[in-house]
């Protein structure tokens, strides 16, 4: 009897924790202050036509207004190997060390956001507190279509290959924090 009991109490708190792992998907990247990215592998798609996530901001989304501001990426799919041929991302930017804002940007067939305007958008505001965010990045009739909480996004799509991958977490273009970012994503319906 003594062992039916020890072991009771045993698996009860093992259980819930087992229990409780499954439930929290949730992943932080940490792009260490004066980098681009964390170097994580990104995962390929296996839809290779939406991803769904969820995330949280925090103060270190914070940053002081570069010289030439870019946009931060979220996250991301491509299509191919080559960003720059088909993809979209969810970015966000920080206006007078104060403001956050998201949107949307995409790449197609070689033509960054930066060439052609219709390439990128603000979409929302952002702000650290206990809020989850949500975000589905679907390519649908030759678009991308971002659809951050109520609020939507369309823009084009490059060429449609048959495999894809998710983006990471990419701070700016031609500059980086002066702090460490982190970022914490939860990937659905995978």
């Not at 931060?72 to 403001?99: P, T």
């Not at 930066?114 to 990128?120: G, V």
């Not at 909480?149 to 977490?169: F, H, I, Q, S, V």
């Not at 031609?174 to 702090?179: L, M």
Request: contains cysteine.
């Amino acid at each position: 009897m003594k062992n039916k009991v020890l072991f009771f109490w045993a698996f009860i708190p093992i259980t819930l924790i087992l229990l409780s792992s499954c439930n929290n998907n949730w992943k932080t990247y940490v792009v260490k202050a004066g980098n681009h990215s964390t170097n994580d592998i990104s995962t390929p798609l296996t839809n290779k036509d939406k991803i769904e996530f969820d995330f949280k901001v925090n103060t270190t989304w914070y940053y002081s207004e570069p010289e030439n501001p870019g946009w931060n990426k979220i996250r991301g799919m491509s299509h191919g190997h080559h960003q720059e041929n088909s993809s979209a991302r969810l970015g966000y930017q920080c206006f007078n060390d104060s403001l956050l804002v998201v949107g949307a940007y995409c790449y197609v067939n070689g033509v960054s956001p930066q060439e052609n305007p219709l390439q990128k958008g603000i979409i929302d505001t952002i702000q650290p507190g206990n809020k989850v965010y949500h975000c589905i990045i679907s390519r649908e009739n030759g678009k991308y279509i971002i659809a951050f909480e109520d609020k939507k996004w369309e823009g084009p799509a490059g060429d449609d290959l048959n495999w894809g991958y998710t983006l990471n977490p990419y701070v700016g273009g031609d500059f980086t924090f002066d702090h460490d970012w982190r970022v914490e994503i939860k990937d659905l319906k995978k």
